[in-house]
């Protein structure tokens, strides 16, 4: 199997992962969604709340892009922005120490007879902080899976907290798209305008950048360890 046939098949799951999440959270999910106004009629309490939510949401491997577009529906732009920020940084930090604590080790082991995937693993934390931003700004990539995925491979604690950063740009975009409207109906007609394809066909383009840099990264690695 060819290393483009692969790629292809990557990057196709991604979409249609993606396409699945927007699917289910911002229709299916919707009437649900809608009597969620208990959170910004209660002040610091109901944000609080609300990010207390987050992190158990994203234990349990739910999408992202759901917290972050109701945010915008219920708090407005810029709070939105903030709270879908913090949040999603709040999230992201156990999952990943949980996956260093008990899964690592266990990986490492398993991946000993496995040179291609290992090499990846390592390339991916010597250059963690570039690998960590990169992929938190792409919206088509699973942000759940990342904040376990993460945590098999070498990425310091310093680079994962400092490349998280990145998550402020989908961030801004889906309290963006949700901030559009008044309520969760309108905001799911209206909010995806011609920003939103764009930002979707950038980062579909980011993803496959991503996919082949690994590739030269996890490459050169193996070269530099066969040359030792």
């Not at 196709?12 to 969604?33: E, K």
């Not at 109906?185 to 993803?207: F, R």
Request: hydrophobic share 55%; proline share 4%; net charge positive.
């Amino acid at each position: 199997m060819s290393n483009r046939f692969v790629a292809a098949i990557s990057v196709g799951g991604v979409i249609g992962g993606i396409a699945f999440t927007i699917f289910l959270t911002q229709t299916l999910l919707a009437p649900l969604i809608e009597k969620a106004n208990w959170f910004p009629d209660n002040g610091i309490v109901g944000v609080l709340a609300w990010l207390l939510l987050y992190v158990v949401l994203a234990l349990l491997v739910a999408p992202a892009s759901l917290h972050k577009f109701i945010s915008g529906v219920l708090f407005g732009f810029w709070a939105g922005w903030a709270i879908a920020f913090i949040g999603a940084c709040l999230g992201a930090i156990l999952p990943f120490f949980l996956t260093k604590k008990y899964l690592y080790n266990w990986v490492e082991n398993k991946l000993d007879k496995k040179p291609t995937l290992n090499a990846l693993r390592k390339a991916v934390g010597e250059d963690g902080l570039r690998c960590v931003f990169l992929t938190r700004i792409s919206l088509v990539i699973p942000y759940p899976f990342l904040n376990y995925g993460l945590g098999l491979t070498d990425v310091t604690w310093k680079d994962y907290l400092i490349g998280n950063s990145g998550m402020i740009v989908p961030g801004a975009l889906y309290a963006y798209w949700g901030s559009r409207a008044a309520d969760l109906p309108v905001a799911v007609n209206e909010g995806k305008d011609w920003t939103y394809w764009a930002a979707i066909v950038a980062s579909v383009l980011l993803t496959i950048w991503i996919i082949v840099y690994l590739r030269r990264i996890t490459l050169a690695h193996i070269a530099l360890e066969t040359s030792e």
